[in-house]
């Protein structure tokens, strides 16, 4: 039986419509003419993808640094295959797969540069310097709500203005699929709350599918790069074929088979969710990809150089701290350093209340208070945070380069 979901799904009819189309601020006006040609989630849609944080993504670790091979995985890719489960899921069940498509490519979109990796280096960063931990859910959500910006019809820079459900789907994504299935919680939150993977559930059916097309995603892709990248051989697959039995252990097999077991199984009553025989064979892939891919000793020299690179970015740049003169002072570290200079003094006086002469090009919201050393620890994190793999390598070396 397929769209079972459909009285569900995020249309007019749904009782929680209003308040997941409610956007912080209202909208300019779009159009051209009286008849407007997108409905909410899908001009969300194309905010997302024209913004430059999700251009970056392109550029940015999924789970392997650096290759040379062109084929190996990133987070853009990543993201695309995301929204391709997520589209099939919601299409089958009777969801909106606007809305599913918006979240998807938003998802990851505060990720750090190098993957996880990266993610764990800037969290333990962020935890001594001013008692938090980043985590890339929440970081999207501060991504899309006050760092990403678009070009209104005249020209002027303003946030993204999402709307609340797509927002919601973007901490909501974080989290393990548990086998008694996946439900959208009733109650709206103040999503900035939203600060621990699996602290809420997504407000939304299609948040949810989002959350568990995440999992499915990567299980099959990480082996197929491992594999290319030669941290698997032929004989570690025929061994994952026999522990799992079901299925064979590659890409297609793994998408496929997951997918159809969660379109099946689920129910309004029981949530999204999977068979017992397929949550046990995602949870096998799991294991196996832990301890033979992201544990892999090939891994561990550049979890060693992330953390130096990163460290020394922040601390050169917080060395120069000096209140609302700080912009001025990284300004004059043009000498040394002329690309983390310009492009970091720029981009901090687009967001904080440093005076800047260029601002009646912009609307968007002040983010930092340059009297606070918190703040402006907090303003490194989230640069870095942003940058691309290429990028913040190419930044070290010219720190470290004479």
């Known amino acids: 039986m397929t769209k079972k979901f459909e009285k569900q799904a995020m249309f007019k009819e749904n009782p929680k419509w209003r308040q997941a189309i409610s956007r912080m601020e209202e909208m300019y006006n779009p159009i051209y003419g009286d ?26 670790t999924q789970v392997f640094f650096s290759p040379k091979n062109d084929h190996i995985c990133t987070r853009i890719e990543h993201v695309n295959l995301v929204e391709s489960i997520s589209n099939t899921v919601a299409n089958y069940l009777g969801l909106n797969s606007e809305l599913t498509k918006a979240i998807a490519v938003a998802h990851d979109i505060g990720h ?49 203005n999402l709307t609340y459900a797509v927002r919601d789907g973007i901490p909501g994504h974080c989290g393990t699929p548990t086998v008694t299935g996946q439900k959208p919680r009733e ?38 790069d491992a594999k290319e990248m030669k941290l698997l051989n032929d004989r570690d697959l025929q061994n994952l074929d026999k522990l799992i039995e079901k299925i064979r252990a590659n890409n297609t097999s793994i998408i496929g088979y997951l997918t159809r077991d969660l379109c099946v199984n689920s129910t309004v009553e029981d949530g999204l969710k999977f068979s017992n025989e397929a949550h046990e064979i995602m949870e096998k892939i799991k294991k196996f990809n832990n301890e033979k891919i992201y544990k892999n000793e090939k891994i561990q020299p550049t979890i060693r150089y ?13 060395n120069e701290y000096n209140g609302l003169n700080t912009v001025k002072n990284i300004r004059k570290m043009k000498r040394y350093y002329p690309v983390l200079s310009e492009e970091f003094s720029s981009w901090l006086s687009v967001y904080s209340n440093a005076e800047y002469e260029d601002r009646e090009e912009y609307a968007n919201k002040m983010v930092y208070d340059l009297n606070n050393i918190k703040d402006y620890s907090r303003a490194i994190i989230d640069y870095m945070a942003g940058m691309t793999d290429q990028y ?11």
């Open 35 to 60: 008849a407007p040609m997108r409905s909410e989630f899908d001009r969300d849609y194309t905010r997302i993808i024209n913004c430059k944080g999700y251009r970056r993504l392109k550029h940015k």
């Open 112 to 160: 750090s540069p190098f993957g996880h990796q990266g993610e764990k280096i800037l969290s333990q960063i962020a935890q001594r310097e001013y008692g938090k931990k980043f985590w890339h859910g929440y970081n999207g959500l501060n991504c899309v709500d006050n760092l990403e910006l678009l070009s209104d019809v005249a020209g002027i820079k303003r946030n993204l």
């Open 187 to 224: 109650e709206v939150i103040d999503l900035k709350n939203f600060t621990t993977s699996g602290k809420y559930a997504p407000f939304t059916w299609e948040g949810c599918v989002v959350k568990i097309a995440d999992n499915i995603s990567y299980l099959g892709r990480d082996l197929e």
């Open 306 to 318: 992330f953390t130096v690179l990163m460290n020394e970015i922040f601390y050169t740049l917080k």
């Open 392 to 402: 913040i390598v190419r930044v070290y070396n010219e720190i470290v380069s004479f």
